[in-house]
């Protein structure tokens, strides 16, 4: 085997670790150390195939975004109106957010950074890997967009970016249902916590994300 086949391999035996441990125990709890000891190897080693920590979590998430997009695709039929469709591509991002909470994490990680810093800090290939991967998920939303704009059934000037914004709102919603604590204010003015639903989270989400196409939300 030559020494790049041997580089290759080698990155994905530690793209595969990382990714299970995030499914295992979370993105919180699993270290880099960790990482190195269930491919067999020491964390320097880790360090030759990716600049940093961030760019680790941005090749790991590519590997959540490939799937999703094929979930995504498969849950969407051209044949239904824009609304429907705008529903079941909803539903099926939060049920894989809810299945795979490593997932939102490993996205939201990258989401708290500055633009300017990430692009500093990930290697232009991995950028590259990781925008085309967002982009094929996000280009079910705004083809769905484009069509409802064609129906005249929808006012979006900017379909991609409405995109990015369903894509970051509904992270932050299953960071709620992840909580499970929704504040409310009690009869006595005091703030109480409650429960999230998970199927009420998802017909609001639904709902809101229509009423935003439609211009009138």
Not at 38 to 44: D, E, L, P, Y
């Amino acid at each position: 085997m030559a020494v790049s086949e041997r580089r290759a391999e080698r990155k994905r035996e530690i793209l595969e670790a990382t990714r299970n441990l995030f499914d295992e125990r979370g993105v919180r709890d699993a270290q880099i150390e960790d990482i190195a000891q269930a491919v067999g190897i020491n964390r320097a080693i880790i360090y030759r195939h990716f600049s940093g920590k961030e760019e680790l979590f941005a090749e790991t998430l590519v590997s959540y975004l490939e799937e999703l997009e094929g979930l995504l695709g498969e849950a969407d039929d051209a044949s239904d109106t824009p609304d429907v469709r705008l529903g079941h591509i909803t539903e099926v991002f939060l049920d894989f957010g809810v299945r795979l909470p490593a997932f939102v994490d490993c996205a939201q990680a990258l989401l708290r950074r500055r633009g300017d810093e990430l692009l500093e800090e990930i290697s232009e290939p991995v950028m590259l890997s990781l925008g085309t991967a967002m982009t094929a998920c996000l280009a079910h939303v705004v083809r769905i967009l484009e069509a409802g704009v064609e129906a005249g059934d929808y006012v979006v000037r900017d379909p991609d970016l409405l995109a990015n914004i369903f894509y970051t709102q509904a992270l932050g919603v299953l960071n709620l249902v992840t909580l499970q604590l929704a504040v409310r204010k009690h009869n006595a003015g005091l703030p109480v916590t409650g429960p999230v639903p998970f199927d009420e989270v998802k017909s609001l989400l639904t709902l809101a994300a229509v009423a935003m196409a439609r211009g009138t939300a």
